[in-house]
């Protein structure tokens, strides 16, 4: 068909320019007229034009005016631009031309024309036998169209030479057809980058006329092996040219995906912990794919040598043999402890990864298992209590005999109270948090008939089984009193002043002989002693306590103790701070200065500890004084 198109414009040629000159109009004078009276071209020509002639040079400068008639399946503007409708030609010239520029619109038409008309002149004629130029515009295309095969396509990174990316011919080309195809800018997540993960090897493909074959109708793909595991890259491959044939857009650009070939298979976490329940539990533990394997996957696991737990007695493992599909990045396998009743520590196993089908270079991987204790006992701090009628809340102790991995929650029931006793439990849960193993119970002690007797019991509400030891404790309420010293002692003291106070005065004795005139004071004959100073006072029996008063030396002058901690002990082995008291200075007064104590606090042994004086390193106390009950 391309040979007939060019002997169709071979002879329209011929036909029309047997001649350069234009005859003389019939009315005489000087005429202008269209060189050629029919002009072929293809849609896809460049620089074309038609020419007109005079039939002398211009005496002057001519102008021309051009019209378009009889447009035939053909649209001015929309296949076809002039580049002017008004001709100059210029004085001593004899010739001038009309540009024509051609829209290639890449769709197979027919033949269409139209004319060009000389409808008037400036200074000439329009010689009536060439006033008609006729436009034939030819089709470039044929009835043939070149697309991707497929829309989109897949390869492995580690293909060895080029990867063919198939194009379709259809319909019968006219001639040879060249095709370009491009790299698509996208945004993708995972974007193959051209140069860096593939490259095109042919980029420009000529389809030569009547030929077949995979090499000569392909684009060839050369991935690159980074030898690294990633996710799958992609790219778009585009058409962007054709010549010869039709390109039909939805079937002009191809999604290219670059899938990796290097695998990676690990656990999702490296250590997980599960806790063993006696309402059963289970653990999901995951196991990650990175890479592409092109189908499925089996994996088996077991647990690796030297597991202090063991299988089918401290858990079970529900599935050893587990199979990743196509297309899926995970896999669980299901692990359940066995609850044991017992109270143990945490203990751990491995967790291997033994085979890979395929690939068992990627087995070996663990994961480590811990099989966390569900159970503990709870107790009182002790057995028995004696609590004073001295109006507040007793802190009672609540403890575990190991911490666990959740809340306990515990409700408090009492014997033998009834409403308008003297004594009171919180009706609230008593809340332990998981991880540690202290709580305590807020016991409230009010004015009532001293002597009573109770039992507290814990009852589990959450986080205990019932076959582990409660706490029960024994309450006893005796009224709060002072404290008789009749047989109290000075165990120790830091210093004492034995001589400058005058006789019967600064020793440590006279801080409880019932004398308020009298008081301890620290060493300042011959050698004095930085603070802080002491003495600790010997109740000779464990009591209960619910305060202390301490009164230093009541003169105006030489009463110097500022401030004194309050320790107490059962054994002078461990020492409990239940406070500090405070003292102006000499001229303010107010001597004596009492601790409260609204907690359960017991102890034979009272320590002062002076350490801070209005005064130098000087600390005086006149009396020690105590309220509380016996524990008997």
Known sequence: MKDIKQLILFISLFAFTACDEIPVDREGGMSVGFKDQTLTFYENAVS?????ILSAPAPQDITVSVAVKNENNVKEGKDYLLSSKEILILKGQNTATIGLDFVDDRIVNEPRSFELTLTAGTGVLINSVAATCKITLLDDESDASVVFKEAEFSLWENASGSVFLPLLLEGNPNDDILVTVAVKEVNYAYKAIEGVHFSIANKEIRIVKGSSGQDNMSVAIIPVDDSEINVARVFVLEITKIVGATKITEKSTCVVTIRNNDLGISWGKA???????????????????????????????????????????????????????????????????????????????????SEVEGHNDLAGGTCAVTIQNYDTDITFDATNYVLGTNLGSYAIPVKLSNAVHHDIKLTVKGKNIVAGDDLTIPADLLIIPAGTVNASLSVSVLPGNAGNSYEIKTTPVAGVTANHNLA????????????????????????????????????????????ETTFWHTQWVGTTYNLPQYIVVDMKQEMGLASIEVLRRTTTSGSDTKTAEILVSKDKGVWTKIGTLSWPTAANGNHRQTLSITS?????????????????????????????????
Do not use: M
């Not at 529900?318 to 009743?341: M, T």
């Not at 309420?477 to 000075?490: D, E, F, P």
């Not at 165990?491 to 019967?504: K, L, P, T, W």
């Open 472 to 515: 029960v404790c024994a309450l006893k309420v005796k009224t709060v009193a002072s404290i008789s010293r009749t047989n109290w002692s000075i165990d120790s003291y830091s210093s004492q002043e034995v001589s400058g106070e005058g006789a019967g005065n600064g020793t440590a004795a006279v801080a409880i002989d019932g004398i």
């Open 48 to 52: 074309c034009s038609a020419t007109l």
């Open 271 to 353: 250590t997980v912990s599960i806790e063993e329940n006696p309402n059963g539990a289970l653990l999901k533990l995951p196991i990650k794919l990175l890479g592409d394997p092109g189908g499925d996957l089996k994996i088996k696991v077991a647990v690796a040598s030297g597991s202090v737990l063991v299988e089918g007695t401290d858990f079970t493992i529900r599935q050893k043999e587990v199979i990743i599909p196509s297309g899926q990045d995970s896999i669980e396998v299901e692990i359940i402890p066995i609850y044991n009743g017992a109270i143990t520590a945490d203990k751990s196993f491995q967790l291997a990864i």
């Open 600 to 632: 359960l606090v017991t102890g034979r042994y009272i320590k002062i500890n002076v350490t801070e004086s209005h005064r130098a390193q000087n600390a005086q106390v006149a009396e020690v004084v105590a309220q509380g009950f016996s524990l008997d």
